[in-house]
């Protein structure tokens, strides 16, 4: 069946760039997402690729998809406090109404 | 736009209670999904909407209810609630194919039942 995996907890100094990274098992993907989740608050969506792409950059973000080890990343750079986060990554599938696989979740933690 | 809300935020359940989570979006969306979170775990999907009067069952649709009897609006009910219902609830919408395929989320519910 379908499974998205992700690392617990990513820790970086404030200023680096943090790399976080997923990995999925379902090549019909259509649409791959990254959403942030504040504490205490619902998710929001950060970017999305389209499962024919194999990058996209928006601002401080870059999505890097290699569809053949079905490996997604999100690199933020510059990473600032305001960065601290769960960050999820998901996946849709055309057959399935398109909903949502998601990953357990990344904590991105900021050290000063 | 509001956006997606949910009501009520908090919620304290006896075990063999019965209650109902209301999610309301304004965006004129099509799909509606309810969602539990549960620590480690991500999010799982409990059941959806692909639109007015239609519902079908997630990965994990035992013990709740839905109802789509409006487009904008999306019920979640819990007829006899039990201990491994404690999570915490999202809604979320969707524009439906062709228009758009981000969900947009609720704030959340955090529900414990005791």
């Known amino acids: 069946g379908e499974d998205v995996e992700q690392s617990l907890f990513l820790s970086v100094r404030e200023g680096d760039s943090s790399v976080i990274n997923c990995t999925y098992t379902?090549?019909?993907?259509?649409?791959l997402y990254w959403y942030k989740q504040e504490p205490g608050a619902g998710l929001q969506l950060l970017t999305y690729?389209?499962?024919n792409m194999d990058m996209k950059q928006d601002q401080r973000l870059t999505v890097l998809l290699n569809k053949k080890d079905k490996h997604l990343s999100l690199r933020i750079a510059d990473t600032q406090t305001g960065d601290s986060a769960i960050y999820f990554c998901?996946?849709?599938?055309?057959?399935?109404?398109?909903?949502?696989?998601w990953g357990a979740g990344t904590k991105l933690i900021i050290k000063p | 736009n509001a956006g997606v809300t949910q009501t009520p935020k908090f919620r304290v359940l006896k075990t063999g209670q019965s209650m109902t989570l209301l999610c309301a979006q304004d965006?004129?969306?099509?799909?509606m999904y309810w969602y539990r979170q549960d620590p480690g775990m991500g999010l799982r999907l409990i059941h959806y909407?692909?639109?007015?009067?239609?519902?079908a069952k997630g990965e994990v649709p035992d013990g709740y209810n839905v109802s789509r009897l409006k487009k904008q609006n999306f019920l979640l009910g819990l007829e006899s609630a039990a201990p491994s219902q404690t999570s915490v609830y999202f809604c979320?919408?969707?524009?439906?194919?062709?228009?758009?395929?981000?969900?947009?989320f609720g704030p959340g519910t955090r529900l414990t039942v005791t």
């Open positions: 979320a919408s969707m524009p439906g194919t062709h228009h758009g395929y981000e969900q947009y």
């Open positions: 965006m004129n969306h099509e799909y």
């Open positions: 909407s692909v639109g007015e009067g239609t519902t």
């Open positions: 379902d090549s019909s993907s259509t649409y």
């Open positions: 690729i389209f499962s």
């Open positions: 998901a996946e849709s599938m055309l057959d399935s109404n398109y909903q949502l696989i």
